[in-house]
């Protein structure tokens, strides 16, 4: 059974800095485009960001481009999520997940994501 499971999450303070890991298993990790998701209290979920199988696309959220950036370690069926610059609307919970699509315009909608994880709470402090 696939599974994700997301860490690193944490307070810190507005302008610090986290990097968020998801580990993967029970699927083949480098075939699939990994996404970054996150929902703020009261809010929709969002997409963050996503990385395809071959590092070849990255896509990020126009509001986030610049602050976030998303890689991944294929030998390792981890992917990362490195935020930098936080900011107090950056609070939420922040989810991988895994899809077996690789165009942006897949990889931008959670309709297209196979497997998800649990989710690891980030909270930036003002």
């Known amino acids: 059974q696939p599974q994700l499971v997301e860490s690193g999450g944490g307070l810190v303070q507005a302008g610090g800095s986290l990097r968020l890991s998801c580990a993967a298993s029970g699927l083949t990790f480098s075939t699939y485009t990994m996404g970054w998701f996150r929902q703020a209290p009261g809010k929709e979920r969002e997409f963050v960001a996503a990385?395809?199988?071959?590092?070849?696309?990255?896509y990020y959220s126009d509001s986030l481009k610049g602050r976030f950036t998303t890689s991944r370690d294929n030998a390792k069926n981890t992917v990362y999520l490195q935020m930098n610059s936080l900011k107090p609307e950056d609070t939420a919970l922040y989810y991988c997940?895994?899809?077996?699509?690789?165009?942006?315009?897949?990889?931008?909608?959670?309709?297209?994501?196979?497997?998800w994880g649990q989710g690891t709470q980030v909270t930036v402090s003002s």
């Open positions: 997940a895994a899809s077996s699509y690789y165009s942006s315009d897949a990889a931008r909608q959670q309709y297209y994501y196979d497997f």
């Open positions: 990385i395809t199988w071959t590092e070849s696309g990255t």
